[in-house]
């Protein structure tokens, strides 16, 4: 299926609860509802302002979506009302990954003002609340968070170093997310890391980069386990990883205008690689891991049947 109506390019698109829907983000300052079945928008756009947006994240119940965008802030939209139901502010740059914790209490974002943060869900009518303070991670600029799954644990990639100069070896962190502390550097990527994902079982940390190669670490001692570089063009966005429920999946989105399938047991490529019209920014699995959903620099979102 193809979703047509957004006016710039579609950074986020996941699937909502039940399998019928989909939901996107785009550049064009809006979120928009889709039938899965016949491609047609379900409802008016969804607008809080006119600021980009760049990052979302379906809650674990399914009943509400985070959203990132350019002018620094992280809303909560109710999805059965459309609305924002709260709206977080303290980032000073553009918030470029959000991210659940599994119990839904917290909202972890990123942004490229170089801070990870925090938010408390549970109490929605209240004032805002930060969890923790704000994690400064040292990249200059943060594009990608992730909770592990016992959301113990944070995981942070970015840029490192200033867009004036040559990058060089970039760093994935790893956080202790009740006290803020640092607790291990990975070394290995060569330019920016623009996404990360955890597998479920928490035992696999997976990053992908500007240097063209997706790598994968043990959380049990943090060692580099594998290196996916039959990549010729480098792994987008914060949104361009998803593994499958199964757990066993891999789906990466490329500059290169490509979708690319991965066997996590050994690490090789599945298939050929899906092709779009252009550069690719997101991929997110179904519930059931039949179904891709991708987000494309042609404005249009899509769903694959893999």
């Known amino acids: 299926q193809k979703f047509e109506g957004h006016t710039n390019i579609v950074i986020g698109a996941i699937h909502l609860s039940g399998g019928q829907r989909i939901i996107t983000c785009s550049s064009d300052g809006s979120l928009r509802v889709w039938s899965s079945k016949t491609g047609k928008q379900i409802g008016e756009d969804w607008r809080d302002g006119d600021s980009p947006v760049w990052s979302i994240a379906l809650s674990p119940d399914g009943k509400k979506v985070v959203s990132g965008s350019r002018d620094g802030a992280v809303r909560l939209w109710d999805i059965d009302t459309c609305k924002v139901v709260k709206k977080w502010t303290g980032h000073t740059y553009p918030v470029v990954s959000v991210c659940w914790s599994r ?70 962190k790893i956080w202790d ?54 990549h010729t063009s480098t792994v987008t966005a914060q949104s361009a990883l998803a593994i499958s429920p199964n757990g066993r999946i891999l789906a990466s989105a490329l500059w290169d205008k490509t979708v690319r399938l991965w066997n996590l047991d050994n690490g090789k490529p599945i298939s050929s690689p899906i092709q779009h019209p252009k550069s690719v920014i997101c991929v997110s699995f179904s519930a059931g891991g039949k179904q891709l959903a991708t987000g494309c620099y042609d404005n249009n979102a899509y769903i694959w049947d893999v």
């Open 103 to 172: 119990d839904g209490q917290r909202v972890l974002s990123g942004s490229n003002d170089g801070t990870a943060r925090q938010w408390d869900v549970e109490t929605i009518l209240e004032p805002i609340e930060i969890i923790v303070a704000s994690i400064d991670t040292g990249h200059i600029h943060v594009l990608a968070v992730v909770y592990s799954p016992d959301t113990t644990l944070i995981a942070t990639g970015g840029r490192d170093r200033p867009y004036s100069e040559e990058p060089i070896e970039s760093l994935v």
């Open 177 to 230: 997310a009740k006290t803020g502390k640092l607790v291990v550097t990975l070394k290995g990527h060569t330019n920016s890391v623009s996404c990360l994902a955890w597998t479920k079982d928490g035992k696999t940390l997976i990053s992908g980069s500007l240097d063209c190669s997706i790598r994968t670490w043990n959380t049990t001692n943090w060692k580099q386990t594998a290196v996916l570089d039959e």
